[in-house]
């Protein structure tokens, strides 16, 4: 069947929406092209048994509130480069948790060393 190297790149394109390995530091990256409207919907949204590199993932992002909740888990092996959430909410976080604890986002993201993961993010609104 010609052309079927569109349909594969365009499944590709997708799943990067909603993580992608980046091979040169070994890290697994979350939520990197998931666009801020889509978590106005009700139920959030949420992927289930998405396979990586790294293992089969699992997470959902809802608003509660102004806060986003992301909870995430999965037969994952935490690589070299740890498990970097991006956030898809345009303002600047007042506070980030995981877990409970308070943690910094730093310029690559949100750094998860550990799942089970609830991450707690509140934004400046």
Do not use: C
């Amino acid at each position: 069947m010609p052309h079927t190297w569109v349909a594969s790149d365009f499944i590709r394109s997708i799943r990067s929406m909603f993580v992608y390995e980046r091979e040169k530091d070994s890290t697994l990256v979350i939520g990197a092209g998931i666009p801020e409207e889509w978590l106005n919907e009700p139920d959030g949204i949420g992927v289930k048994k998405l396979p990586t590199y790294y293992g089969s993932l699992n997470y959902s992002m809802k608003k509660i509130g102004e806060s986003l909740v992301v909870e995430i888990v999965g037969n994952i092996q935490i690589p070299n480069g740890k498990i970097i959430l991006r956030s898809p909410l345009s303002d600047p976080m007042v506070s980030v948790q995981i877990n409970g604890k308070p943690v910094r986002q730093t310029r690559r993201g949100i750094v998860i060393e550990t799942l089970p993961a609830t991450v707690v993010l509140k934004p400046a609104r």
